[in-house]
């Protein structure tokens, strides 16, 4: 008999893993990587530690199966490589 006051329980209420896919949340290091390869636009340095990071995320995302974020680390990590590319070629055409 329930008590009063409580009614039945919502379903889905539990603390079972979630349904749609069993992602447990975005790599941090992704997101910055993302970050960081767009920042590269302005300040091309930048995209060494956006290419690192990606790099990293991408085997966090490897060794922990629910975690996301791998589309975020991939296109950091080629925003990063194609800025780092471009300041370099840019850095030689201003100083040559």
Known sequence: ?????????E????????????TTGTSGKAIASLVLGILAFLIWPLGVAG??????ARNDIRARPGLGGNGLAVAGIVLSVI?????????VIILS
């Open 83 to 91: 800025f780092i590319v471009l300041g370099v070629i840019g850095a």
């Open 11 to 22: 379903p889905g209420s539990g603390d079972a893993p979630p349904a749609y896919g069993g």
């Open 51 to 56: 290419l690192i990071l990606g790099v990293m």
């Open 1 to 9: 008999m329930a008590s009063v006051g409580q009614g039945p329980e």
